[in-house]
């Protein structure tokens, strides 16, 4: 009797904890990929305020039209965000540095972020390319903090935004994030039926 007491005690006590503080963890409620690697998970949001970000774990605030992620040092930014049907385009800052001799004129000149490069020619040409491998043709919209770019491959336009600093040239471009996609493990080797 005393066994069947102890059991149902140590039964009642789980239950109650179980109850009292949840029985289960977070709950991943939002999972995106860059739409050129869908099965590459970039973004996890969960219904704790929690999320993985490029594999860093973050916390995060959610409203209609900015993703506030905060890192585990407490620094925050914004990613505004829309909805494109079924996908989700966030624009992620970088920052970029002024290549050329003196100050920056605005946005025109060589700005360089690692490998990437923009570089945008002055007016009346306002071309630009984008990596030396995408060119076209742009315009500035300083009231906006803005520039459109205008694509000669086709390519969709692409609105960024920017901000100036010295020689350094933030740029939020738009990356199209789509619903994570499960890989495919049933994929056959070649030559194999």
């Known amino acids: 009797m005393k066994r069947l007491k102890k059991t149902l ?3 009642a006590l789980t239950t109650v904890m179980l109850i009292s503080g949840g029985c289960s963890g977070s709950k991943k409620i939002e999972s995106w990929a860059f739409d050129y690697e869908p099965t590459e998970e970039i ?3 969960y219904d704790d305020g929690k999320a993985v970000y490029k594999g860093e774990k973050c916390t995060y605030v959610k409203d209609d039209d900015s993703i506030d992620i905060t890192d585990k040092d407490g620094n925050t930014v914004e990613h505004k965000y829309f909805m494109d049907k079924d996908k989700m385009v966030v624009y992620i800052a970088s920052v970029y540095d002024y290549q050329d001799e003196g100050v920056p ?3 025109v000149g060589n700005w360089a972020c690692g490998k990437n490069i923009f570089r945008f020619l002055a007016a009346p040409k306002l071309e630009f390319s984008e990596e030396d491998i995408f060119y076209g043709h742009y315009s500035v919209d300083e009231a906006n903090s803005s520039i ?3 694509y000669s491959d086709p390519i969709p336009d692409a609105t960024l935004y920017y ?3 010295g020689n350094k040239l933030t740029i939020d471009y738009p990356w199209p994030l789509v619903k994570t996609q499960k890989k495919d493990t049933t994929k056959k080797e070649e030559g194999t039926t």
């Open 43 to 45: 973004l996890a949001l």
């Open 9 to 11: 005690t140590i039964f």
């Open 148 to 150: 459109t770019l205008m």
């Open 163 to 165: 901000s100036l600093d």
């Open 105 to 107: 004129d605005g946005v």
